[in-house]
């Protein structure tokens, strides 16, 4: 059977947006309501520092949760870093097993320049990937 590969470039959400790990939840939700987004990418603060990803799941349960308020805490105080990234020549089949393998629902994509390309998710994944045709 000669299957043929689809990579993560071609199923990953290019729209992403950015926030700064110093920005209030709030500032978040707000952002991610606005762009209809579950996630959002952490800026790196230097060269040397990593990406973040601030998940509505985090929000729900470090924020929600525990009834603190959004406007008094920061983006960096619940998101996750580092995060875990692909590539976007990985073959979805193995981005997938990842993502399993690591209980994670998104990823960030990053280019050979080091710099984020996109977003990649099992819905992604599944619905634009594996039955892209359909």
Do not use: W
Not at 42 to 48: A, F, G, Q
Not at 94 to 120: E, S, W
């Amino acid at each position: 059977m000669n299957e043929q590969i689809v990579r993560v470039s071609e199923v990953m959400t290019q729209e992403y947006d950015l926030i700064d790990g110093m920005a209030t939840v709030r500032d978040a939700i707000v952002r991610m309501k606005e762009l209809n987004a579950r996630c959002l990418v952490v800026e790196k603060r230097h060269d040397d520092d990593e990406y973040g990803l601030l998940l509505l799941s985090d929000i729900a349960r470090k924020v929600l949760a525990p009834n603190r308020s959004p406007e008094r805490v920061n983006v960096y105080e619940v998101m996750a870093k580092p995060v875990m990234f692909v590539a976007p020549d990985m073959n979805i089949r193995y981005c997938a097993r990842l993502l399993d393998k690591f209980h994670m629902t998104r990823v960030p994509v990053i280019g050979d320049n080091g710099k984020v390309v996109g977003v990649v998710s099992f819905t992604d994944l599944v619905l634009r990937g594996l039955y892209k045709d359909i």
